[in-house]
């Protein structure tokens, strides 16, 4: 398992899985790792939760063998009880520490994490100095363009995180006010990258290997950030890693894509059981399936079972139909 990054790590072209909570698990990263993304992060992990012993939050630092190098990324808003989390998390073996500067969700930014902390710049300084004196590892920091249209500080959020001694920094170019909706502001990143002397990891509506290009292009970072459009299409790692070597994006076929998905399915069930496994898979479905023609009749198959040996089952009938009807040919590159 990699350990232990450089911190030039970050100035080398890479593509890496964000931080999803409820996505971005073992399983998918695993997923993600085989078809080319070079790191990867967890999703939101409550430092409140770790520093307790809560069962629930320790879980979410499980890695499987052969994944990527691991960012655990921590929320809250006591710089001790984060420097305690990091802590643990740089025990569990991750290669690195990532904080939540960008978290929209209410139930976080009323406790003054997340987002909220670009309105408190003071706090968000005491977190990140405290933070990067307590691991040994990398401490890397995500964060949003400010809390408001009104309110934009990255630039400022950037300077100072530089200066407590943060490794690199990914900017999701829309206010805390903009949610995930309404554009991703690339010139945002060229902005900050320019200003700063640590690299900044470009983020924000990545969904193909032309967007990758477009978006490199755009910011001149290194490395690149993808969420959403990972979701059900872990092969852009494989486009992109293709783009920055110069070489032509191969699509995936819908045989690749039911093969990918058997995997995804399998490991889930056992990294989570086989009860919450095959529960926590059905919002990956219509993504996986995206492209299939009676996309619907698979999803609504492959949702109402209970069972990894149903879920079998109704994939290897959805590989049968495609056979016969000759549709599982490769598609082209996103
Ligand atoms: C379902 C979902 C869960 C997310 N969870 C987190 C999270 O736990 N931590 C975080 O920093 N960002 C989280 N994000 C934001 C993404 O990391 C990313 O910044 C955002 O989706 C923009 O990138 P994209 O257009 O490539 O998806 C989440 C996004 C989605 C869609």
């Avoid at 009860?275 to 999803?299: A, C, D, N, P, V």
Wanted: positive net charge; charged residues 25%; contains cysteine.
């Amino acid at each position: 398992m990699p350990r232990g990054i450089r911190k030039s790590f970050f100035d080398e072209p890479r593509a890496c899985l964000a931080p999803m909570a409820g996505y971005s698990d073992a399983p998918f990263r695993l997923i993600c790792a085989g078809l080319g993304a070079d790191f990867a992060f967890t999703g939101l992990v409550s430092a409140d939760g770790l520093a307790r012993g809560m069962k629930k939050s320790a879980a979410l630092l499980d890695r499987l063998e052969g994944e990527a190098p691991l960012g655990v990324q921590l929320f809250g808003a006591n710089p001790e009880t984060l420097a305690r989390s990091a802590a643990i998390a740089g025990g569990s073996g991750a290669s690195f520490v990532d904080l939540n500067f960008g978290c929209p969700v209410k139930k976080v930014v009323t406790k003054n994490g997340g987002a909220a902390l670009m309105r408190d710049l003071v706090l968000m300084e005491r977190i990140a100095r405290a933070v990067v004196a307590e691991v040994g590892l990398p401490v890397t920091a995500k964060i949003r363009s400010g809390w408001s249209a009104g309110e934009r500080n990255f630039l400022e959020a950037g300077a100072m995180l530089e200066g407590c001694g943060i490794a690199a920094i990914t900017l999701h170019p829309r206010p805390r006010s903009q949610g995930f909706s309404g554009p991703a502001h690339w010139e945002d990143i060229a902005r900050l990258r320019e200003s700063l002397s640590i690299p900044v990891i470009a983020n924000g509506d990545v969904k193909s290997a032309a967007d990758y290009r477009e978006i490199t292009r755009v910011t001149g970072c290194a490395s690149v950030m993808i969420g959403r459009g990972a979701i059900g299409n872990p092969f852009i790692f494989r486009e992109i890693r293709a783009v920055a070597e110069g070489r032509e994006p191969r699509g995936a076929s819908n045989a690749e894509r039911l093969d990918v998905l058997e995997r995804h399915v399998k490991l889930q069930v056992a990294h989570f059981g086989e009860r919450l496994g095959i529960r926590e898979m059905r919002k990956f479905y219509r993504w996986y399936l995206k492209s299939f023609e009676g996309i619907k009749k698979y999803r609504g198959e492959l949702t109402g079972v209970e069972t990894c040996a149903e879920v079998l089952e109704s994939l290897a009938c959805i590989r049968e139909e495609l056979e016969k009807n000759g549709r599982s040919a490769p598609q082209k590159a996103s």
